[in-house]
């Protein structure tokens, strides 16, 4: 596995890569690092189906707000390079801010709609941060395949929108979202958790569950409105627990859904803080 930190040898490595094996598929996945078995499940994805699986941990400045987490958020270089190696990674991209903005961008990629509601509304620039970054990133490496998690559903959207809109020649793999055993999905930020605030997390995939019950029993005889208060109530009975966003909108244009007899396939998404620490997750259910 080679770990490189700068453009040029990352545009070389994969170069040499090419001539060795000029059919060679190039898979891709982003991330911010301190990897768990959500990424690993997305590397795993890359080496399936492509030949060479390049990783990039970069945490971007651009798509965190002034009172967010950036300063804090958890690193360990060391970890994730054993994780990304047991997952058959080929070539880790780890560069510094500099490398990645020698100097303030001028550039921003700001993809609408499907950013005006849930964390685009509540995390205002979160999404041009993230489209911009991903953008520079699928410049530098041009994967043929780039592998996401559904964690982030909105993310998914929006990068699907932008590589549409800006012809992007690379092909975007939603991939299923790792969970605890006790359903809390997998994420960097859950080490930020106190155990009781941990213990308690738990509602925000049991809420889900609801939910997903709700619709199996017939999404006919329910509205937006019930699913969504059916989720808060859940949520609301861990004390800790303080709602951000609880919505359920269309997949993936991310609009509001008037009834559920006109859409085929919804998100009910929630956002909820614990003390510092917000969790989101969601389902995305096909009626
Ligand atoms: P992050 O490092 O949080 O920016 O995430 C990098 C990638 O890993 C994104 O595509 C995330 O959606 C994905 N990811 C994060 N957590 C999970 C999870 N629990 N299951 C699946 N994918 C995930």
């Given at each position: 596995m080679q770990v490189l930190s700068s453009i040029s040898e990352l545009r070389a490595a994969i170069r040499a890569a090419k001539r060795e094996n000029p059919d060679a598929q190039v898979g891709f996945v982003p991330t911010m690092g301190f990897l768990h078995e959500g990424h690993a499940s997305l590397l795993e994805a890359a080496r399936a189906a492509c030949d060479v699986v390049v990783l990039s941990i970069f945490v971007n400045p651009?798509?965190?707000?002034?009172?967010?987490d950036f300063e804090r958020y958890p690193r360990d270089e060391e970890r994730d390079l054993a994780l990304a190696a047991k997952a058959g990674t080929d070539i880790v991209f780890l560069p510094q801010v500099e490398e990645m903005?020698?100097?303030?961008?001028?550039t921003i990629v700001s993809v609408k709609e499907v950013t005006s509601r849930l964390c685009g509304a509540s995390r205002p620039g979160h999404f041009d941060g993230v489209a911009t970054v991903v953008s520079k990133l699928l410049h530098i490496v041009q994967p043929d395949q780039a592998f996401f998690g559904m964690k982030d559903a909105q993310q998914v959207a929006v990068i699907e929108q932008m590589v549409l809109d800006l012809n992007m020649p690379v092909r975007i793999v939603p991939c299923p979202i790792v969970r605890e055993p006790d359903g809390l999905a997998k994420s960097s930020?859950?080490?930020?958790?106190?155990p009781e605030e941990r213990a308690q997390s738990v509602v925000l995939s049991q809420a889900l569950q609801k939910a997903r019950l709700r619709f199996e029993a017939g999404?006919?005889?329910?509205t937006p409105s019930e699913v969504t208060l059916l989720v808060e109530t859940k949520i609301r009975q861990a004390p800790l627990a303080v709602i951000d966003y609880v919505e359920v909108l269309?997949?993936?244009?991310l609009q509001p859904v008037s009834?559920?007899?006109?859409?085929?396939r919804v998100i009910v998404a929630v956002a909820v803080k614990f003390g510092n620490t917000r969790l989101i997750d969601n389902a995305v259910i096909s009626i």
């Open positions: 651009l798509q965190f707000g002034p009172n967010e903005y020698p100097a303030p961008t001028r930020r859950n080490v930020y958790l106190s999404a006919d005889d329910t269309e997949f993936p244009s009834s559920f007899a006109d859409s085929n």
